[in-house]
């Protein structure tokens, strides 16, 4: 058992060792965390609206947007990757 003080109140506090496994799911979880793959929203008529998110957000807000203002396009990496118009 490791021990070291807190920054704030100067009180020990102590850090328990992780087994391989626990620190291994842990460092996958935060690597899958990482790599979660961004897509950003564009829609030209409400560009107050654009937004960068997770793939299932994106796809829906699209659609969202394309029914309100007839447009919206679904990029990454700057590429366009889908689009709707019309909520079509």
Do not use: F
Request: glycine fraction near 4%.
């Amino acid at each position: 058992m490791l021990t070291s003080t807190a920054d704030a109140s100067n009180v020990p506090v102590e850090k328990v060792a992780q087994p391989p496994l626990v620190e291994s799911l842990n460092r996958c979880h935060t690597e899958d965390m990482n790599n979660t793959t961004r897509l950003s929203v564009i829609c030209p008529a409400a560009p107050w609206e654009n937004i960068t998110t997770d793939a299932d957000r994106a796809w829906d807000l699209c659609l969202d947007l394309s029914e309100e203002y007839g447009y919206a396009q679904v990029r990454q990496n700057g590429v366009v990757i889908g689009e709707y118009r019309d909520g079509r």
